[in-house]
């Protein structure tokens, strides 16, 4: 299988594993649903705990502080007040809450970029389960259900829309999304070995962009890490080269005084 480093930056990458007999299109699909998977994963988290600390959410309209509502607010046995005003505060018990903060640390770890290190590629399946794992503390949770209108809901029935933009976290269009290799981008009705070769055991950097964004930036030469060794090897050259003048400049002057020494007595 041949493994792509799908990169869009330092905190947007991930591994996955294909065919290069697969298209280029099919893979576009493939890696921008894994995209958007994983920004979904971190919007549920942050959403997730919110939830569990302050419970469900209001209803547009109704939202803002408790202190200052008009009407009488009902207050749980876990009630802790939403700065915020998005929630109603009527959490779950804080002990059965753990079970959902952690899932969703759980779901973070399965989609993050530190997978790359790990060399572990994604899937579809894996970040799924993460999704559904979470569905499942949730309704352990809050057994009666969430509002329609809760994000941590919109988003389990993938009916999120744009919340994830909204949340700095840009999702990709599976049918229009762009593929770029070695700074050129690949065309959709190509396979991939039209690029990449006909080796199963390649590896490639790989990035998506959306439709008519334009080509992405070029990958440094060197790695971070080969860059902190060159950096590091160039200043212990420098320091050896200043040790080193120093030790020339002293015999320089021994010489001179010397010479003058010998002068002195000629005369």
Not at 4 to 26: D, G, I, P
Not at 188 to 206: C, D, F, Q
Request: hydrophobic share 35%; aromatic share 6%.
């Amino acid at each position: 299988m041949v493994l792509l480093h799908m990169k869009r930056s330092e905190m947007e990458q991930f591994l996955y594993e294909t065919s290069v007999a697969a298209s280029v299109k099919e893979t576009v699909a493939q890696l921008a649903e894994l995209h958007n998977l994983r920004a979904k994963i971190q919007v549920l988290k942050m959403e997730g705990e919110e939830l569990a600390k302050h419970g469900p959410a209001k209803l547009p309209e109704k939202q803002g502080l408790d202190e200052y509502s008009e009407t009488h607010v009902e207050k749980g046995p876990f009630y802790a007040s939403d700065p915020t005003g998005r929630r109603t505060g009527n959490a779950c018990d804080p002990q059965v809450s753990k079970v959902l903060l952690k899932t969703l640390d759980e779901a973070v770890a399965a989609a993050s970029r530190d997978q790359v290190a790990r060399k572990v590629p994604l899937t579809h399946a894996a970040l799924r389960e993460a999704v559904d794992n979470v569905r499942g503390a949730v309704m352990i949770c809050y057994p009666m259900g969430l509002p329609e209108w809760d994000l941590v809901r919109l988003l389990l029935e993938d009916k999120e829309g744009d919340a994830c933009t909204q949340y700095g976290h840009e999702t990709l269009d599976p049918g229009s999304s762009t593929l770029w290799f070695a700074g050129k981008q690949m065309i959709n009705e190509k396979p991939l070995s039209e690029y990449l070769g006909r080796h199963e055991k390649t590896k490639a950097v790989v990035k998506l962009q959306k439709k008519g964004a334009g080509a992405p930036s070029r990958e440094p030469i060197v790695d971070p890490e080969t860059q902190k060794a060159m950096m590091a090897w160039h200043y212990k050259k420098q320091e050896e080269q200043k040790v080193g003048g120093t030790a020339r400049s002293r015999r320089s002057r021994r010489w001179v005084a010397l010479q003058e020494a010998g002068g002195a007595e000629s005369r």
